[in-house]
């Protein structure tokens, strides 16, 4: 079934829509084989298209005094959308880069109507994951402003500990509100802690 086999395990796991459904789906789904360091969405832009990561990781950033501030990761089954940018025709004011060679499902609104026409479930489950990723990441914002800087560090090791691994100090450490230095203070804190 269809043309790429991480769409296809992905479909498959995916148990509302018959083998039918999924085999029609993944002849009209866009894939993008993105490379480490392909730009998605440049700040000023609108964003016409929205990206589901079946591998791979999409870094959020923006420029802030000429210095790039990572504002989010995007990794293996989350969504990358510029909601009022792609839903109202706006400028964004952020960067997306490829962190990682990637494998993207694009979206543009033109398909997703159509599809969402041919397959009624699918603009149901897509309204749970978006539900669904929205609340995640309110909660994480709610968190983040409260946190200090370790228990940042600590949040992120213990939910997205893979990410520590797939990107560069620097960019976690702007990621978590910090300077590099000051990311490898509290890792050593951390590492005595747990020693």
């Known amino acids: 079934m269809g043309k790429n086999p991480l769409l296809q395990d992905f479909l498959e796991r ?12 993944s002849e009209q789904i866009d894939i993008l084989e ?5 730009l998605l969405l440049a700040d000023g832009e609108v964003a ?22 990572t504002t989010a990761f995007f990794t293996e089954e989350e969504a990358a959308v510029a909601f009022t940018s792609y839903a109202q025709g706006v400028p964004c ?19 997703e109507m159509e599809m969402y026409e041919q397959f009624p479930h699918l603009q149901a489950m897509t309204r749970m994951m978006v539900e669904q990723d929205f609340g995640k ?12 800087p370790e228990e940042r560090y600590l949040h992120l090791m213990n939910n997205r500990p893979s990410l520590l691994q797939r990107v560069p100090q620097h960019q976690i450490a702007s990621y ?6 000051s990311l490898s203070r509290i890792r050593k804190r951390v590492q005595s802690k747990q020693a």
């Open 14 to 25: 995916l148990p509302m829509f018959s083998e039918n459904e999924r085999l029609a789906m």
């Open 34 to 38: 993105a490379k480490k360091g392909t």
């Open 48 to 69: 016409s298209k929205c990206y589901f990561v079946l591998k791979g990781c999409i870094r959020q950033y923006s420029m802030v005094d000429g210095e790039e501030k």
């Open 93 to 111: 004011s952020h960067f997306w880069i490829c962190a990682e060679d990637s494998t993207l499902i694009v979206g543009a609104q033109n398909i």
């Open 137 to 148: 990441r309110q909660e994480e914002f709610a968190a983040f402003i409260v946190s200090s």
């Open 176 to 181: 978590l509100g910090v300077t590099p230095e």
